[in-house]
């Protein structure tokens, strides 16, 4: 294996690693927190939707998310699934 293919698999594997769509962020998650505090744990999220004062927000894809609702600004509930 040449030293380029070996610093690129090593390069997928750290970010890989540093995915912030783990068990340990979403232990974190709490009802009651902000928007803001949300997105700083998780990142920006990959879609949203909502109307009137009620929205949800979900990070990752099919296989490997965290979904968040809100009431207003405040976390109502969440859900995660496929997290390592």
Request: proline share 1%; net charge positive; aromatic share 6%.
């Amino acid at each position: 294996m040449s030293l380029r293919s070996l610093a690129l698999l090593s390069l997928c594997v750290l970010l890989a690693a540093c995915s912030k769509l783990n068990q340990e962020n979403y232990s974190k998650l709490k009802t009651g927190m902000t928007k803001a505090e949300v997105e700083s744990l998780l990142g920006s999220p990959t879609e949203c939707s909502g109307a009137l004062g009620v929205s949800s927000c979900t990070w990752g894809d099919e296989k490997t998310f965290i979904s968040v609702q809100y009431a207003g600004d405040k976390v109502l509930m969440y859900a995660g699934q496929g997290l390592k």
